[in-house]
């Protein structure tokens, strides 16, 4: 194998490195939206839980104060008997005025069952709203689901095929170099090949010394670039174009 297949087994061979690094990334971001979105479900049902229970709340304050207006009419009417039977003067204003105060009580009372009333709507209404709310996400969630299992397993296919790909160029390459790529690999950011062009290295942008250079351009042994020590190779030599592949 020329020195230039071992260059392009090496490219080929990062270009899939970082596609399998991609997809692993992209398959986590699924599970995580899905998550997310559970999370979302359950604090609406707690809120939606915590607002049944407050309208709960304001439908017995409306039932005590009904019973309230009952027994203040149970009182007044016990009033207007107590009247027909009184013979002093002082006596009959005394029953009068507790007759007004229990009227102007109920009077009081009746314009509290108003506002309760009013409040226990408006409360229901909350209620609804929360429900669709609910209802509307739960929607969204399924959709989203499905959406997020089917890209997962379009991303496990490209992921399944990537592997047999790497497989192949693993044992195309010779151990040492595939061990040498790794190791930068690991140290250099997921980089561990860069092309030099205009004597410049891609990926760290200095400048090749003409020396260096010119040995890169004989092509006769591995080299590195002497500031990032990436594996270098010169990219203007149209041996390496895109679409050329040894495998
Ligand atoms: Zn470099």
Same mark, same amino acid.
């Given at each position: 194998?020329?020195?230039?297949?071992? *260059?392009?087994?090496?490219?080929?061979?990062?270009?899939?490195?970082?596609?399998?690094?991609?997809?692993?990334?992209?398959?986590?971001?699924?599970?995580?939206?899905?998550? @997310? &979105?559970?999370?979302?479900?359950?604090?609406?049902?707690?809120?939606?839980?915590?607002? @049944?229970?407050?309208?709960?709340?304001?439908?017995?304050?409306?039932?005590?104060?009904?019973?309230?207006?009952?027994?203040?009419?149970?009182? *007044?009417?016990? /009033?207007?008997?107590?009247? /027909?039977?009184?013979?002093?003067?002082?006596?009959?204003? @005394?029953?009068?005025?507790?007759?007004?105060?229990?009227?102007?009580?109920?009077?009081?009372?009746?314009?509290?069952?108003?506002?309760?009333?009013?409040?226990?709507?408006?409360?229901?209404?909350?209620?609804?709203?929360?429900?669709? &709310?609910?209802?509307?996400?739960?929607?969204?969630?399924?959709?989203?689901?499905?959406?997020?299992? /089917?890209?997962?397993?379009?991303?496990?296919?490209?992921?399944?095929?990537?592997?047999?790909?790497?497989?192949?160029?693993?044992?195309?390459?010779?151990?040492?170099?595939?061990?040498?790529? &790794?190791?930068?690999?690991?140290?250099?950011?997921?980089?561990?090949?860069? @092309?030099?062009?205009?004597?410049?290295?891609?990926?760290?942008?200095?400048?090749?010394?003409?020396?260096?250079?010119?040995?890169?351009?004989?092509?006769?042994?591995?080299?590195?670039?002497?500031?990032?020590?990436?594996? *270098?190779?010169?990219?203007?030599?149209?041996?390496?174009?895109?679409?050329?592949?040894? *495998?």
């Amino acid at each position: 194998m020329t020195l230039k297949d071992k *260059i392009k087994l090496l490219t080929q061979l990062q270009e899939c490195d970082n596609r399998i690094q991609d997809i692993l990334r992209r398959k986590e971001i699924g599970p995580q939206r899905i998550q @997310a &979105l559970m999370g979302e479900i359950k604090a609406n049902e707690d809120r939606l839980r915590e607002m @049944a229970n407050q309208v709960e709340s304001c439908k017995k304050d409306r039932r005590k104060t009904e019973q309230e207006v009952q027994e203040l009419d149970a009182r *007044i009417e016990k /009033s207007h008997v107590k009247l /027909s039977n009184i013979k002093s003067n002082k006596e009959y204003t @005394a029953a009068l005025k507790e007759i007004d105060d229990l009227k102007r009580l109920k009077f009081n009372t009746e314009d509290k069952i108003i506002h309760v009333m009013e409040k226990c709507e408006e409360m229901d209404r909350g209620v609804n709203t929360q429900k669709q &709310l609910t209802q509307e996400l739960l929607i969204r969630f399924e959709r989203d689901k499905k959406e997020i299992e /089917s890209e997962l397993s379009l991303l496990d296919q490209d992921l399944k095929g990537l592997e047999q790909k790497r497989d192949d160029l693993v044992k195309a390459l010779d151990q040492d170099l595939c061990k040498r790529y &790794l190791f930068l690999r690991e140290r250099r950011g997921g980089m561990a090949v860069s @092309a030099v062009i205009g004597g410049v290295c891609q990926t760290c942008h200095m400048g090749i010394p003409p020396q260096k250079f010119n040995e890169l351009l004989k092509g006769d042994a591995i080299m590195n670039c002497p500031n990032c020590h990436r594996i *270098i190779y010169w990219g203007e030599d149209k041996d390496f174009g895109a679409s050329q592949e040894v *495998i």
